[in-house]
């Protein structure tokens, strides 16, 4: 069986799959840190969506990258799971 991970290597050296990706970094980003906050906190998608007052179904929508959550979904987010909401900008690289 072919695992996503190892087909994603083998795509990188594909420059239009690359710059896809790349252009998608933040949002891949965020939904790593979701799913993340989530496991840290001990909790099943079910339970987070409980304390969010939310469905499951939304949870699962923003730990795959599916949606783009507001400010306020994501700062529920991290009270639902004990953290804090901290939101940065980076320099884009090769950029001034």
Same mark, same amino acid.
């Given at each position: 069986?072919?695992r996503?991970?190892? @087909?994603h290597?083998?795509? /990188?050296?594909?420059?239009a799959?690359?710059?896809?990706?790349e252009? &998608?970094?933040g949002?891949?980003? &965020? !939904?790593?840190?979701?799913a993340?906050?989530?496991?840290?906190a001990? &909790?099943?998608?079910?339970?987070l969506?409980r304390? /969010?007052?939310? $469905?499951?179904?939304t949870? !699962?929508?923003l730990?795959s990258?599916?949606?783009?959550?507001? $400010?306020?979904t @994501?700062?529920? @987010? !991290?009270? !639902?799971?004990g953290?804090? &909401?901290?939101i940065?900008?980076?320099p /884009?690289?090769?950029?001034?």
């Open positions: 069986m072919t996503i991970r190892n @087909l290597k083998k795509w /990188m050296w594909d420059p799959y690359r710059r896809e990706y252009a &998608l970094e949002e891949f980003a &965020l !939904a790593e840190a979701v993340e906050a989530r496991v840290r001990g &909790l099943s998608q079910a339970q969506a304390r /969010m007052r939310t $469905t499951q179904s949870v !699962a929508r730990e990258g599916r949606s783009r959550p507001s $400010t306020r @994501l700062d529920r @987010l !991290a009270r !639902a799971t953290h804090r &909401l901290k940065s900008f980076e /884009m690289r090769g950029r001034r």
